[in-house]
């Protein structure tokens, strides 16, 4: 199984996003710069803006609000956005990461950077592939088990998704418990 974005699917992508982000640049007054994208294992599209003026946080988040809406359309049923992360000040850049999809169990992507690296420790929690999607209450809200995501310095964390598709993160290894999954035991060394 393969999370890999299809050179069809990223470049029609890029296209509608370029298009989108050109217009909510101009209706902000902004200029549209360099634009790349990237596919394969992960969708990536970024794409920059110049002012006369610095951008304000303001003008940035409400910028990145539009830009998330349009892209959130353009994507539905191609990607699935992962990240979307922007900068500001002396111009504005966003750039926005996208998995491709393959839906399990409760509307969980098993094509997911998330389910992908779970896949590779689900031994580690007692676990099989078959517990993605797995219900749980969490802070008394329904969250569906999407997998985990490890960081560079070795860290794991736990990945939900709720009912609306949202993705959600803790970093507390061991809430995987509450998915079926056993705690991780941790090993003091010294005193």
Same mark, same amino acid.
């Given at each position: 199984?393969? /999370?890999?974005?299809?050179?069809?699917?990223?470049?029609?992508?890029? *296209?509608?996003?370029l298009?989108?982000?050109?217009?909510?640049?101009? +209706?902000?007054?902004?200029?549209?710069?360099?634009?790349?994208?990237k596919?394969?294992?992960?969708?990536?599209?970024?794409? %920059?803006?110049?002012?006369?003026? *610095?951008?304000?946080?303001?003008?940035?988040?409400?910028?990145?609000?539009?830009? %998330?809406? %349009?892209?959130?359309?353009?994507?539905q049923?191609k990607?699935?956005?992962?990240?979307?992360?922007?900068? !500001?000040?002396?111009?504005?850049?966003?750039?926005?990461? +996208?998995?491709?999809?393959?839906?399990?169990? /409760?509307?969980?992507?098993?094509?997911?950077? !998330?389910?992908?690296?779970?896949? $590779?420790?689900?031994?580690? !929690?007692?676990?099989?592939?078959?517990?993605?999607?797995?219900?749980?209450?969490?802070?008394?809200?329904?969250?569906?088990f999407?997998?985990?995501?490890?960081?560079? /310095?070795?860290?794991?964390?736990?990945?939900?998704?709720?009912?609306?598709?949202?993705? *959600? $993160?803790f970093?507390?290894? /061991?809430?995987?418990?509450?998915?079926g999954?056993?705690?991780?035991?941790?090993? *003091?060394?010294?005193?």
């Open positions: 199984m393969s /999370n890999a974005v299809e050179k069809s699917v990223a470049s029609e992508t890029s *296209s509608a996003l298009e989108s982000c050109k217009q909510i640049f101009r +209706a902000h007054g902004l200029v549209a710069g360099k634009t790349s994208s596919y394969g294992d992960l969708y990536q599209f970024k794409t %920059e803006a110049f002012c006369n003026d *610095s951008v304000s946080r303001d003008l940035a988040k409400r910028i990145t609000e539009e830009i %998330e809406v %349009e892209a959130k359309k353009i994507c049923g990607l699935q956005i992962s990240n979307i992360s922007t900068k !500001y000040g002396d111009g504005y850049s966003i750039t926005i990461k +996208a998995d491709g999809i393959e839906l399990g169990r /409760n509307g969980i992507n098993l094509a997911s950077r !998330y389910a992908q690296d779970f896949r $590779m420790t689900a031994w580690r !929690y007692d676990m099989t592939d078959a517990d993605l999607g797995k219900e749980a209450q969490i802070n008394g809200k329904t969250v569906y999407a997998g985990v995501e490890i960081k560079r /310095n070795g860290r794991v964390q736990i990945v939900v998704q709720d009912a609306d598709g949202k993705i *959600s $993160m970093t507390n290894e /061991n809430a995987i418990v509450r998915f999954g056993k705690a991780i035991q941790t090993i *003091s060394v010294g005193r």
